[in-house]
Structure formats: structure tokens, C-alpha cells
């Protein structure tokens, strides 16, 4: 292919502002397609929620540290806080656009219609796209590659019918992907269902503003918050590839064993009302700073499922019953469609989408339609779809290869079988990747998978911290296509980075007198206690 193929990249979120940057880099013509006013997608906050597009409410904050989260070549200005609202994670994506001049590509308020094969396929790769602009003009597109940026939390799921009698709910039913802020419920008696990230997030936002807020749970959840010891970033200490290593040499019944009794200590899962009935490592934790603390004013109260509405009396799993319920909140999740791509893509009737490693449909004659930021994983997603963004405007510009169809399907089905024991649904099961062995299997097909050993050798300061610090993004820009020169430096100051916007006020340093003393004061009393021990011992010994 010539490096004027053209591009399409279908939504101009943090998966499609990677694509745009990743085409350019290898020499291809991006065209963005973005439906809305704006870049940013799923973080882009609006007081009303729009149909089929990703919705957040007001107080949202990523559960990712910003080192472990940003663009592997431009980290996040070290005075941003290390856990950034979406307003802060807004602003990096406009610097991030600005920098690498992706602007230019994007056509705003332009919706893509349908993704088609042209006729001849099977020998020039090529798509057909159809957009209509602002104005409701159509325009039929010619493109070499086709590249799918557009999100996965567009479709609320409701299932009301689960809930016998909540039809006659006087009071108000909504989704999460409605919810924007605790305002209409001030003062009211709200029950929230479902325990995942965002119903532990608007069930402690509410009880700062409810009479009472219920949390219902089927199957409770392990939660932690987002800091661990000495109140650093939870994912800057826990993903590292040392880490990795050492809980796959553990049998996995001992890990679950260590983990819940660690976060039992923190506060006791049973006690709480939230013990799961999953083992921590079978399924995502919850991360959430609050909500123990919630719980333990009395402000937020645990509840089992809901077995039954009557009126506005909700009746629990336990026998229990709350009565003068004012308004429930679904948190039930959300499922995907791209009702604009071929059916024949589709490997079901729910709309699965069967993907080689999450990105490609093996199916395709030739590779050129991929899918982005399709996933869910115990680590930050930004990271990964720059790594598939990379992975596939290099297939798409022929200078890497997928294996054949039939290698694709046994890998699928491989994937999926290692899921089902923890998502009996095969659809959620396909999302589930495990985040640094995901990173590291995409790496090697672009070629930019760490060497740990090589760096060990020749550079031990950067080979240390790839191997037992954080699995930052900027490890994959080390060598490589797509190597980045700023990378060895962003290894070695990404925890100055993280105290940065912590150091707003100056801390007096102990003198180096006060140090002296306190020292000689700790050791004369060692001195003295050895001495008095000695003397004892003889006594005791001549005691009989």
C-alpha cells in the first residue's frame, strides 16, 4: 500500500484521538469522523445525556493514575493532580490534539451511517463510508482502512422486567447513563442497584445529599479505594511486571487468600454488608475512596437484591422492606452495537463481535476494518488502545501481518474459554483482558515490547524500574517503531510527576541537630536496655 492510503476513524474520543496520531505516524491519511461539537467522547460532560453516545455525571473521577493512564509519548503536565475529574482529563486532550495537530482531521458533527465492503473487496481492502454532516447532507466516502473509535457505554441496560411491580413506582427510574448530579434528590430516600464503579460512586455522592440512600447488591463486591501505603496510587504500586510475575508463580487459591484478608483488614467485607460471593481475582474490584466510610456513618445502607416493588415500598432478597422510596437508580451496566458496520461481522443475534485480540474480525479477506477500546481490564484502557492503534494502522499500511483465519479463531475461543468461569456470559467474557500480558502481546506485534533483560544490562536505572516499578505507558516507546527519545527520562521522573502536585506547601526539614540528638537519644536507650537485659540474665538463669 502507498502512504497516501486514507483512513477513516470513526469517533474522536481518547481511542480515536490515538488513531489519528498513530496514521500519521505510519505515513497514512486519517479522516475523523466525530458526531459531536467536540473531541474527548466518553469524558465530555453534558447536563443532558444523548442517545447513543456515552454519558458521565458532574462529579465523575478516574479510577487510573494519570502516569499509568496518559499517551505513552506525552505524559500529563506534572501539576495535574494524580487522579484528574473530566474537566482536568479534557483539558490533556486538548493539549494532546494541539501538540500533534490532530484537529485538522476531525469533521465535527458528523455521523457515520454505514460501513460497507465495496465490491471488489477482496483484492483492494477498500470500504465504503456514508456520513451524514450537520446540515443532513449525505456523502458516500472511499476509504483504504476503516478504524472503529466509538466507545462501548452508549447502551444503558434497563432490566426492568427483573424487578416484578416496579411499574408502580410512583416515584422516578432512572439509568446511571441519566444520572448528573445528587440536586433532584436532595433530601429523598433513593435506592441505587447495582454495586459496580459508578453505582458505589452516585450511592456515596447521594447519601451526602439523600435522607437515606440504599445500595442493592445481587453479589456483592471487593472494594478498595484508589491509595495504598504511604498514600501513593493504588495501580502505580500494584501493576508492575515484578508483581506479575510473582503472583504467576502463586497458585491463585493462596492470592485470593492474601488479598481478601488484606482488604478484610481494612475494613471487614462481611461486617459491611459487602462480601461477594466471587473470589477478589475472579472478577474487577470496585475502587472507591468512600464508600466503607459511608457505610459506617449510617448514611448508606447495604441491601441484598431487589426481590419486588409495591407502590413505593421496595421489598429486598432477605425478607426486609423499605418503605417511601422516592426514586431508584439503575447501575446495571451497559452492552455496545455499532449498528452502522456490516451484520455479517457479528457472530450472534446479541451483536458479539468476534475479535482477534480484541481488535480484528477474522473473518475479513483483508485487514483493513479494526476495532478500538473494545475491552475491560483491571488497568487503564488508554494505554491499550494506543497499542491496538499502533498494532493496526501498521496492518492497515501492510508492514505487519495477521496470522491465518483458522490460528485467529482458536486464540478467540481460547480467550473466551479462560473468562467464562468468571462472566458465564460469552459476550462480557470476549471483553476481558488481563492488563499487562494484553499490553505485551500487542507490543511484540508492533515490535515495542520492553526487553527487561537487555535493559537490565545496559541501562540498570531505566531496567529496575521497568521491571519492579509501575508498568507505565512510556515503556513501550523505548525502542522500536514509534520510539520516543523523552521516554527513558519519563521512566526515570514518573514519581516526581506524582509528588508534584502534592507539594503545595513547604515542609520544614528536621536539623540536622535535632537528628543527631534523636538519634543518640534512640541509641544510648538501646545501649542501656542491652546492658540492663545482661544483667538479668544471669538472675534468671540462677533463679532454680
Known amino acids: 500500500m502507498t502512504k497516501l492510503d486514507r483512513v477513516a476513524v470513526i469517533g474522536a474520543g481518547s481511542s480515536g484521538l490515538t488513531s489519528i496520531k498513530c496514521c500519521l505516524d505510519e505515513g497514512l491519511e486519517p479522516v475523523c469522523f466525530e458526531s459531536s461539537d467536540d473531541i474527548g467522547g466518553l469524558w465530555k460532560f453534558k447536563e443532558q445525556p444523548e442517545a447513543d453516545r456515552c454519558s458521565i455525571y458532574r462529579s465523575v473521577i478516574v479510577n487510573t493514575s494519570k502516569e499509568m493512564m496518559c499517551y505513552s509519548d506525552f505524559p500529563m503536565p506534572d501539576h495535574f493532580p494524580n487522579f484528574v475529574n473530566n474537566s ?4 490533556y486532550f486538548r493539549l494532546y490534539a494541539e501538540h500533534f495537530s490532530l484537529l485538522k482531521h476531525i469533521h465535527f458533527q458528523t455521523t457515520v451511517r454505514s460501513v460497507r465492503q465495496r465490491p471488489d473487496f477482496s483484492n483492494s481492502g477498500q470500504w465504503e463510508v456514508v456520513t451524514v454532516d450537520r446540515d443532513g447532507r449525505e456523502e458516500t466516502h472511499v476509504f483504504d482502512g476503516v478504524l472503529v473509535c466509538a466507545g462501548h457505554f452508549t447502551q444503558p441496560i434497563k432490566p426492568l422486567s427483573d424487578f ?19 440536586d433532584p434528590y436532595l433530601g429523598k430516600r433513593v435506592v441505587v442497584v447495582g454495586i459496580g464503579n459508578s453505582g458505589g460512586d452516585i450511592a456515596v455522592e447521594l447519601s451526602r445529599a439523600c435522607e437515606k440512600t440504599f445500595l442493592s447488591t445481587r453479589k456483592g463486591a471487593w472494594v478498595i479505594g484508589r491509595v495504598v501505603d504511604r498514600g501513593l496510587p493504588l495501580d502505580m504500586i500494584m501493576m508492575t511486571r515484578a508483581r506479575d510475575l510473582f503472583y504467576w508463580l502463586l497458585p491463585r487459591a493462596l492470592l485470593n487468600l492474601i488479598w481478601e484478608r488484606s482488604l478484610n483488614q481494612r475494613h471487614d467485607h462481611k461486617l459491611y454488608g459487602l462480601q461477594p460471593v466471587h473470589r477478589i481475582l475472579d472478577q474487577r474490584v470496585v475502587i472507591n475512596d468512600d464508600l466503607p466510610g459511608r457505610i459506617l456513618l449510617g448514611e448508606l445502607v447495604m441491601k441484598p437484591n431487589v426481590q419486588r416493588f409495591q407502590g413505593s415500598t421496595v421489598v429486598f432478597d432477605d425478607g426486609t422492606v423499605e418503605e417511601k422510596i422516592d426514586a431508584v437508580i439503575l447501575c446495571t451496566g451497559y452492552d455496545y452495537r455499532f449498528p452502522f458496520l456490516p451484520t455479517s461481522l457479528s457472530s450472534g443475534s446479541d451483536g458479539d463481535l468476534k475479535l482477534y485480540r480484541r481488535i480484528f474480525p477474522p473473518s475479513l479477506e483483508r485487514p483493513t476494518l479494526a476495532i478500538l477500546g473494545l475491552i475491560q481490564t483491571k488497568g487503564p484502557i488508554m494505554p491499550a488502545a494506543e497499542l491496538q492503534a499502533r498494532w493496526a494502522t501498521r496492518v492497515i499500511a501492510g508492514l505487519n501481518h495477521l496470522p491465518p483465519t483458522e490460528n485467529m479463531d482458536k486464540t478467540i475461543e481460547k480467550d473466551v474459554r479462560a473468562n467464562l468461569k468468571s462472566y458465564p456470559c460469552p459476550k462480557l467474557a470476549a471483553l476481558q483482558v488481563d492488563h499487562i500480558p494484553y499490553l505485551d502481546a500487542i507490543a511484540k506485534e508492533v515490535g515495542v515490547c520492553p526487553n527487561i533483560a537487555w535493559l537490565l544490562l545496559r541501562d540498570p536505572a531505566v531496567g529496575f524500574r521497568v521491571f519492579f516499578g509501575p508498568c507505565s505507558p512510556y515503556q513501550f516507546r523505548l525502542n522500536g517503531p514509534g520510539h520516543w527519545s523523552g521516554a527513558r527520562q519519563a521512566i526515570l521522573t514518573q514519581w516526581d510527576r506524582v509528588a508534584k502536585p502534592m507539594k503545595t506547601r513547604p515542609i520544614p526539614e528536621p536539623s540536622s541537630f535535632s537528628l543527631f540528638f534523636w538519634l ?21 538463669l540462677n533463679s532454680d
Open 520 to 540: 543518640g537519644l534512640s541509641g544510648g536507650a538501646a545501649v542501656i536496655f542491652a546492658l540492663m537485659a545482661m544483667r538479668m540474665i544471669p538472675l534468671f
Open 164 to 182: 416484578p411491580g416496579i411499574d408502580t413506582l410512583p416515584g422516578t427510574i432512572i439509568h446511571s447513563w441519566e444520572y448528573k448530579n445528587p
Open 88 to 91: 482536568t482529563i479534557m483539558q
